[in-house]
Nanobody, 123 residues
Framework: QVQLVESGGGLVQAGGSLRLSCAAS????????VSWFRQAPGKEREFVAG????????NYSESVKGRFSISRDNAKNTVYLQMNSLKPDDTAVYFC????????????????WGQGTQVTVSS
């Protein structure tokens, strides 16, 4: 089992920045790809960004490419999502999720989820 805990969410004005953290415990974290998803009220959960087990490969949705950056520190069992130039459309609950080795964009293919952290961007 891998347990995931997100932190770093909050309220920020449009154009501002936040850094989310996903802290993992349990099984060997370095064997897992980790992705961030988000879900706004009334909308489906959507892929935001993902990083492979090694950290060598990253994927981003088109809506955040160039503004968000995902990274990981396996020594600290933590994955980060740096979010810059935030927009009101980025408002959602952000979840981190883990699965073995490689990133996919489909939520059902992830075995482990955190509880989520709220990000609210005001205009």
């Amino acid at each position: 089992q891998v347990q995931l805990v997100e932190s770093g969410g909050g309220l920020v004005q449009a154009g501002g920045s936040l850094r989310l953290s996903c802290a993992a415990s349990g099984r060997i974290f370095s064997n897992y790809a980790v992705s961030w998803f988000r879900q706004a009220p009334g909308k489906e959960r959507e892929f935001v960004a993902g990083i492979s087990w090694s950290g060598r490969r990253t994927n981003y949705s088109e809506s955040v490419k160039g503004r968000f950056s995902i990274s990981r520190d396996n020594a600290k069992n933590t994955v980060y999502l740096q979010m810059n130039s935030l927009k009101p459309d980025d408002t959602a609950v952000y979840f981190c999720a883990a699965r073995p080795l490689i990133v996919t964009m489909t939520p059902s293919e992830y075995d482990h989820w955190g509880q989520g952290t709220q990000v609210t961007v005001s205009s």
